[in-house]
């Protein structure tokens, strides 16, 4: 599939067919795509969590969610395959305190922009690509700040990773059966580049 294609193809998934298992190779080949992403002094501070057998995605979803099973969690529990994608802050102030960055105070004021994170979410968006790509069905969504402590507990997950998100994959379910519902914030459309995009100043004349 061109590029092109693949991202004007891509859009957030949220029904599954829970008969058809992604193959590990599959998952093995997207994740070798993801730490491809660019880094901050080549840090890579990415970290992945597969769960992609019964019991770990059910221990995700008691640890995660509030136990209400309602129409969003009902069809995401049907996702073969999750991963938790997390960054490592502490692996940037290891990596700029190096004498090529020379920042030994490790201090964290020096990143106005926690790049931990944005470093993580483009390789989270490389996984959604590269699933598009294999004809697999995507989604990316949060962990909840307050169920932080037990989604650790539950994977022995260290105090200095983050949940940054989570993708789902899996091949998208029948419409027969259980139809995708598309989010109805896509109602808002999709705004245009003069919207989005400046050309040598946001001021109505360019800066000389």
């Known amino acids: 599939m061109e590029f092109a294609e693949v991202v004007r193809r891509r859009r957030m998934i949220r029904s599954y067919d829970p008969d058809r298992p992604v193959p590990p190779d599959v998952v093995q080949n997207l994740l ?20 992609a057998d019964i019991t770990s995605k059910s221990r995700f979803w008691t640890a995660t969610t509030d ?18 994608c997390l960054s490592d802050r502490e692996a940037y ?13 490790r201090d964290v004021e020096r990143w106005p922009i926690p790049y931990w994170h944005v470093d993580t979410g483009m390789a989270a ?9 294999a ?27 983050d949940p940054v998100g989570v993708v789902s994959l ?18 808002r459309g999709r705004r245009s580049l003069h ?6 100043s946001f001021g109505a004349e360019p800066v000389a």
């Open 93 to 105: 102030l290891e990596r700029y305190a190096e004498p090529d960055k020379g920042w030994t105070d």
């Open 125 to 133: 968006m490389i996984i959604l690509l590269a699933a598009q790509d």
């Open 32 to 51: 070798n795509l993801a730490i491809r992403a660019p880094s901050a002094g080549h840090t890579q501070g990415w970290r992945f969590l597969v769960l």
């Open 195 to 200: 919207d989005v995009v400046a050309y040598g």
């Open 170 to 187: 899996g091949y998208s379910a029948p419409n027969n059966s259980a139809p995708d519902v598309r989010s109805p914030s896509l109602k």
């Open 67 to 84: 136990g209400a099973a309602d129409r969003w969690l009902t069809r995401m529990r049907t996702a073969p395959v999750l991963i938790v």
């Open 135 to 161: 004809g697999l069905a995507s989604c990316f969504f949060g962990v909840p700040g307050k169920h932080w402590a037990r989604f650790r507990t539950a994977f022995s997950v260290p105090e200095r990773l």
